[in-house]
């Protein structure tokens, strides 16, 4: 019902996520975190070795470790993606997914800012 009410929606939802992708990369640039380009997804990869050791001494699951500790710590849930390898490579990467509402994306800036701001290795 939706799509024949409206049915050019679907070619709106890049620009979409696109903005909220962006915003969430302007509130984190400068900051210690390092963001890859991102394109085609409603996730962004959050590189967090600019806070820990380097990646080859971060041992397995670093980035299940870092998520509880963005959750704990920031009230910030993310997604670890060494539980999707069978034998995942030390890496400091998690993901954050923008497909939320402005403003919990606002917070979630601040929160991450914090984080850095205070996180010890």
């Not at 049915?7 to 909220?20: D, I, M, N, R, T």
């Not at 470790?65 to 890496?91: K, N, Q, T």
Request: glycine share 6%.
């Amino acid at each position: 019902m939706y799509l024949q009410e409206k049915p050019q929606v679907w070619s709106e939802l890049s620009g979409f996520f696109q903005a909220k992708r962006d915003l969430l990369r302007r509130g984190l640039a400068g900051s210690a975190f390092r963001l890859p380009p991102a394109q085609g997804t409603f996730f962004q990869l959050l590189d967090f070795s600019g806070l820990t050791a380097p990646p080859a001494q971060l041992g397995p699951q670093a980035d299940v470790r870092f998520a509880e500790r963005l959750l704990l710590e920031a009230g910030v849930a993310s997604i670890p993606l060494s539980p999707f390898y069978v034998a995942p490579p030390p890496m400091p990467f998690v993901r954050l997914c923008v497909a939320k509402r402005d403003d919990t994306l606002a917070q979630a800036v601040i929160r991450l800012l914090e984080f850095a701001g205070n996180a010890q290795p």
